[in-house]
């Protein structure tokens, strides 16, 4: 239990074998040379695969581990102008992995920070001169313009991007968010006001073609109302022509009461033409004429 241990140990310094993990890959080189790479999870004797060469590396080379997992980063505050010069702040979002280690270890001594300013300028370069309005509601499309212009070249440097997001987009200067809100807010006022006014002016359009057909109703009424009464009158005059004489002039004589005309009468018997002053008094308070054609009623 005790020698199995120290064996091991010294099996792994002499790199008579390696344990790769998941998302890990391991870059041999020996002498300045890159020999080859095992990126197969498991356990792997590199005297099998590079052959007695691989005894060397512990002495004369180095063993590179390199992870290729997914990685995620986020820029904050990129700074980009739109076409109408306001100055606006981008947040970006994008995934790499190393899809070549030896180009990845090789060809570009901080590929990570070389990916950063890549995204960086190309979103700058991307957005920049955009109507404010296509850069807050096309960020999809912006995205993938972005990737496109950055993937060929990282590419080289052994790594592949992923998916590229523009999360967030904003002012930079409080005054001008001020400014946008007040307006935004008197637009509402405006929209709602008129919207106010439209109703009220439908109410109305309303009220008043319902007071039409109210009145055209009406007055079909009215017009009919003769017609009935002139029938009903004809038939009774057919029937007994004394009572609608008598009808005749009890309507004359309330036609005559609600006009508040004045009415000269004069008996059959007399033979004498009163001369009627419409001044003339009987004591009553009412003109002479209207309290005989009272009494003729009576």
């Known amino acids: 239990m005790v020698i199995i241990p120290i064996i091991l140990r010294i099996a792994t310094s002499f790199g008579l074998y390696v344990v790769v993990q998941e998302c890990e890959s391991h870059v041999y080189t020996l002498f300045g040379k890159v020999m080859g790479t095992i990126d197969e999870p498991g356990l792997h004797f590199p005297i099998s695969i590079f052959g007695p060469g691989a005894l060397l590396v512990p002495f004369f080379g180095k063993r590179h581990v390199v992870s290729t997992a997914l990685r995620q980063h986020y820029l904050r505050g990129q700074m980009v ?52 309005d296509k850069m807050l509601e096309d960020r999809h499309s912006l995205s993938r313009t972005v990737r496109a212009a950055v993937s060929p070249l990282s590419e080289k440097w052994g790594y592949r991007l992923g998916s590229v997001y523009i999360r967030k987009v904003f002012f930079t200067d409080q005054q001008m968010v001020h400014n946008i809100t007040d307006k935004v807010v008197k637009r509402l006022i405006q929209v709602t006001s008129a919207m106010k006014q439209d109703g009220e002016n439908r109410v109305g359009l309303i009220k008043s073609e319902t007071a039409k057909e109210v009145s055209q109703k009406m007055a079909e009424a009215g017009a009919m109302r003769p017609d009935i009464v002139g029938k009903m009158l004809n038939e009774i005059g057919k029937g007994d022509p004394e009572i609608l004489e008598s009808t005749l002039e009890v309507m004359e004589v309330e036609k005559l009461l609600s006009s508040r005309a004045e009415i000269s009468l004069v008996p059959r018997e007399a033979n004498v033409m009163f001369n009627i002053n419409s001044s003339g008094g009987n004591g009553s308070g009412k003109p002479r004429e209207y309290v005989e054609a009272e009494e003729t009623r009576r």
Request: charged share 15%; proline share 6%.
């Open 81 to 132: 102008n739109s076409e109408e010069g306001t100055p606006m702040g981008v947040g970006l979002w994008y995934e790499m992995e190393v899809n070549d280690p030896v180009a990845y270890l090789f060809i570009n001594t901080n590929p990570e920070g070389s990916l950063q300013a890549n995204v960086a300028s190309s979103a700058i370069s991307t957005l920049s001169n955009l109507e404010m």
